[in-house]
């Protein structure tokens, strides 16, 4: 007896398809990670900044707005802006102060709020850590706050913005640094990311 085996014909086609399909989905993968990275690249690139004087060194985001002033003199040494966000702009300070021996930390942030109430409406303090860390591992002050801004639109009604603010502070070499973050309040967390990473690469 004899067994007669009668096979199907092998599609190449079918095969070539289904090959094809895989590879584009693998360059698709591949396309859609090298943009994610290259976006992510753009979002953190910095520019390096060093003012001798006041004794600072830092990265600080690209494309943001830069201003300078003077120590004892104007009420930033350092400040970005980022002028792309709409409404109320994410800014990054820095400013400097001499100190006394006997000067503490919650001395300065109480001077801080006392001038900013008189200031900033709906000023308000809702929190003080004073055991922060930082990242090079000093300790110093930390104060979250809140106030409202006017937020002058070109096109529409002036408009107030709740902005929330973050004071971190240190006294070293006689003086007190204090390195500020404020952004509107929808999208503070969001952008503290931002700051960390600023206060990562500051060296004073």
Known sequence: MSFIQIESPVD????????????????????????????ASALNATTSYADNQAGIRLDYPRDWLLETGVAGRDPFVFRVQNITRPGFKTTIEIAIQPVGRDTTERNVLDSLSMSRFNTLAAYDVF?????????????GFAMEYTYV??????????I?????????????RGQALVMTFRSDSRTFDSDLPI?????RRLDY
């Not at 107030?160 to 070293?172: A, E, Q």
């Not at 700051?195 to 206060?199: I, P, Q, V």
């Open 160 to 172: 107030p913005v709740v902005v929330r603010g973050l004071d971190v502070l240190i006294i070293t």
């Open 12 to 39: 190449e086609s079918a095969n070539q398809q289904r090959l094809s399909h895989i590879l584009t989905l693998i360059l698709a993968a591949v396309l859609f990670l090298f943009g994610l990275n290259t976006r």
């Open 127 to 139: 929190s003080i850590d004073e055991s922060y860390v930082l990242p090079d591992g000093n300790r």
């Open 149 to 158: 801004e006017t937020t002058l639109d070109p096109f529409l009604e002036s």
């Open 195 to 199: 700051f960390t990473r600023f206060l």
